[in-house]
Each structure stands twice: as C-alpha cells, then as structure tokens.
Nanobody
Framework: QVQLVESGGGLVQAGGSLRLSCAAS????????MGWFRQAPGKEREFVAA????????YYAASVKGRFTISRDNAKNTVYLQMNSLKPEDTAVYYC?????????????????WGQGTQVTVSS
C-alpha cells in the first residue's frame, strides 16, 4: 500500500517555473515506477513524465520534453517534477501516481495508487 501527497502547485506567469513534490508513505516506495499525470477541465488525464525505481530511466510526454524534469529521492520517499518555461496550456491539476511494476507506462489505467492532485495555473 502506498499513499501519495502532492504539493507545490500554484499560480505562475508564462515562462516561470514551479517544482512539484510527491511524498509517499509505504516501505516499498523504491520498488515502484512513479509518474506524473495532469488533467485539464473537460480533458482526459494525460501522461506527463515517469521515472523507474532506480531513477536511471525517465520518460516524458512530447509536450513537456526539454522543459520538465522528473527525479526521485528514494531515501526521502519523494518524487519531484521540476517545471520550467511554463505555458498557459500546462494549466491543469497535476497528479502523482505509483505503478507496482518494473516498467513504465504512459497509460494512467496502469497505475495503482494516486495522490489527490495539485492545481497548476499558468497565466499568459
């Protein structure tokens, strides 16, 4: 069982930066693939980024590659999403998710645990 709590969302101007954090409880955090997803009003939940348990492999959606960076600190049971050069179209609720598997997936249906989400709003 893993419980996830996101923080770090807020309002930022276009071109600005935010860092999201996801604190996980559970002794097996290091064995989960961790992902970030987002959902804008009226849209489906979409993949943003994922990282394997060792942190050695990271994956990004094309829309955020080069601007966002996912990382994890297994000693702190925390995964991060550094978001730079933010655009108005990045506005959404951002969710942290955990997948009990060795390989990443970009399909939100393949993730087992979810946080409550944190709002990110980028103004133009």
């Amino acid at each position: 069982q893993v419980q996830l709590v996101e923080s770090g969302g807020g309002l930022v101007q276009a071109g600005g930066s935010l860092r999201l954090s996801c604190a996980a409880s559970g002794r097996t955090f290091s064995s989960y693939v961790m992902g970030w997803f987002r959902q804008a009003p009226g849209k489906e939940r979409e993949f943003v980024a994922a990282i394997t348990w060792s942190g050695g492999n990271t994956y990004y959606a094309a829309s955020v590659k080069g601007r966002f960076t996912i990382s994890r600190d297994n000693a702190k049971n925390t995964v991060y999403l550094q978001m730079n050069s933010l655009k108005p179209e990045d506005t959404a609720v951002y969710y942290c998710a955990a997948r009990a598997a060795a390989f990443y997936s970009s399909d939100y249906k393949n993730y087992d645990y979810w946080g409550q989400g944190t709002q990110v709003t980028v103004s133009s």
